[in-house]
């Protein structure tokens, strides 16, 4: 089992952020977390501070590069905020559904990741459904991309939006293996509908397994939506995953 620290990504509190961001990044760290997961990072002021206040880091972040062609200014940006991995969070359903759309997309993000190694930052791609239920050649989407990707560029594999997509999340990260560096732990009945996502540890996927099969990569909790608090979810799962840590180094 994966002892690392566990982040978070703040678009799950994305209106505590909002209101408060050097508040709600404090009462982060008091739960337990050391790192965190921005989104659209360029766009919070004072975010650099707010996490030095808090002792929070930021190794990972979603910031959108491939649709503008801005990975320049925001590789130099997460490099000043000591991230070294940012990652693009969507390229639409439209782009999944051709061999030559797929692969012009990795194209970009293969140039992308050529300027972004000049700042010391790493480059990636974050999943939803779509790229898993379209198929290419004889695979997904997903992973017909990840086959024409430079070495260098790696994956945050969401592993709800994988369930909901129709592909097992566990076999998914076997297939894919290192060129996963980070996954998103998040739970639920795996139906698109984001409002049914719950606490880790308190829906129908096999968490224990999907860890299992990503035995190096960071672990990301996030819940895109919820029926109930989000902030408790967050710590609820928060105290989940420490508890299957603990069982497992027993």
């Given at each position: 089992m994966n002892t690392s620290p566990l982040s978070v990504q703040?678009?799950?509190?994305?209106?505590?952020?909002?209101?408060?961001?050097?508040?709600?990044l404090q009462r982060l760290a008091d739960a337990g977390f050391t790192r965190v997961e921005p989104f659209a990072f360029t766009q919070f002021e004072g975010l650099g501070d707010a996490l030095t206040a808090a002792g929070l880091t930021a190794p990972t972040t979603h910031q959108g590069f491939l649709a503008d062609g801005s990975i320049a200014v925001v590789a130099a940006a997460a490099s000043a905020l000591g991230i070294r991995s940012v990652i693009d969070p969507f390229v639409g359903p439209e782009k999944w559904t051709s061999a030559e759309d797929v692969a012009?997309?990795?194209?970009?993000?293969?140039?992308?990741?050529?300027?972004?190694?000049?700042?010391?930052?790493?480059?990636?791609?974050?999943?939803?459904?779509?790229?898993?239920?379209?198929?290419?050649?004889?695979?997904?989407?997903?992973?017909?991309?990840?086959s024409l990707l430079d070495p260098e560029v790696v994956l945050e594999i969401d592993t709800y939006?994988?369930?909901?997509?129709?592909?097992?999340?566990?076999?998914?990260l076997g297939r894919l293996g290192?060129?996963?560096?980070?996954?998103?732990?998040?739970?639920?009945?795996?139906?698109?509908?984001?409002?049914?996502?719950?606490?880790?540890?308190?829906?129908?996927?096999?968490?224990?397994?999907?860890?299992?099969?990503?035995?190096?990569?960071?672990?990301?909790?996030?819940?895109?939506?919820?029926?109930?608090?989000?902030?408790?979810?967050?710590?609820?799962?928060?105290?989940?995953?420490?508890?299957?840590?603990?069982?497992?180094?027993?």
């Amino acid at each position: 089992m994966n002892t690392s620290p566990l982040s978070v990504q703040l678009y799950t509190v994305r209106e505590l952020i909002t209101k408060d961001l050097p508040g709600t990044l404090q009462r982060l760290a008091d739960a337990g977390f050391t790192r965190v997961e921005p989104f659209a990072f360029t766009q919070f002021e004072g975010l650099g501070d707010a996490l030095t206040a808090a002792g929070l880091t930021a190794p990972t972040t979603h910031q959108g590069f491939l649709a503008d062609g801005s990975i320049a200014v925001v590789a130099a940006a997460a490099s000043a905020l000591g991230i070294r991995s940012v990652i693009d969070p969507f390229v639409g359903p439209e782009k999944w559904t051709s061999a030559e759309d797929v692969a012009d997309t990795a194209r970009r993000l293969n140039e992308a990741a050529t300027v972004a190694a000049e700042h010391g930052i790493t480059v990636g791609y974050h999943n939803h459904a779509h790229e898993l239920q379209s198929r290419i050649e004889g695979t997904t989407a997903l992973e017909y991309f990840a086959s024409l990707l430079d070495p260098e560029v790696v994956l945050e594999i969401d592993t709800y939006w994988a369930a909901v997509g129709g592909v097992d999340p566990v076999d998914l990260l076997g297939r894919l293996g290192d060129r996963v560096a980070a996954i998103h732990v998040k739970d639920g009945p795996g139906t698109a509908e984001t409002k049914d996502q719950v606490a880790v540890g308190s829906g129908s996927l096999d968490i224990p397994a999907i860890l299992a099969a990503a035995p190096s990569a960071l672990r990301v909790i996030e819940l895109d939506d919820s029926r109930g608090d989000r902030f408790q979810a967050v710590v609820d799962s928060f105290g989940y995953l420490r508890s299957l840590e603990n069982g497992a180094n027993a």
